[in-house]
Nanobody, 126 residues
Framework: QRQLVESGGGLVQPGGSLRLSCTAS????????LGWFRQAPGKEREGVAC????????YYTDSVKGRFTISRDNAKNTIYLEMNTLKPEDTAVYYC???????????????????WGQGTQVTVSS
């Protein structure tokens, strides 16, 4: 069974940091585009960061540029999202996802991602 399992969410104060992890089982992430998405209460799911399956380039939505970093460890079959200088507006459920079909991962087209994690809650509050 192919699945993604996230970990690392939690409660953090504004200005703090968290690192999310997402480990794949049943398949190898190496050939996939990889993405992190988030969904806040009452809002649509949005793309946060991704790694291109074509050349490994990374892309970020404007609101997290300079604060978040996406990376992968092929040996561990795991992707990460390092989040720094967190803001209350970063509060959301965060999902990792993998896609063989997306070409321009920076478009963050949700329907192009075949595999999704269960989500992990990130709450930024004092």
């Amino acid at each position: 069974q192919r699945q993604l399992v996230e970990s690392g969410g939690g409660l953090v104060q504004p200005g703090g940091s968290l690192r999310l992890s997402c480990t794949a089982s049943g398949f190898t992430l190496g050939r996939y585009a990889l993405g992190w998405f988030r969904q806040a209460p009452g809002k649509e799911r949005e793309g946060v960061a991704c790694i291109s399956r074509i050349d490994g380039s990374t892309y970020y939505t404007d609101s997290v540029k300079g604060r978040f970093t996406i990376s992968r460890d092929n040996a561990k079959n795991t992707i990460y999202l390092e989040m720094n200088t967190l803001k209350p507006e970063d509060t959301a459920v965060y999902y990792c996802a993998a896609s063989l079909g997306t070409y321009y991962c920076s478009a963050f087209v949700i329907v192009e991602y075949e595999y999704w994690g269960q989500g992990t809650q990130v709450t930024v509050s004092s």
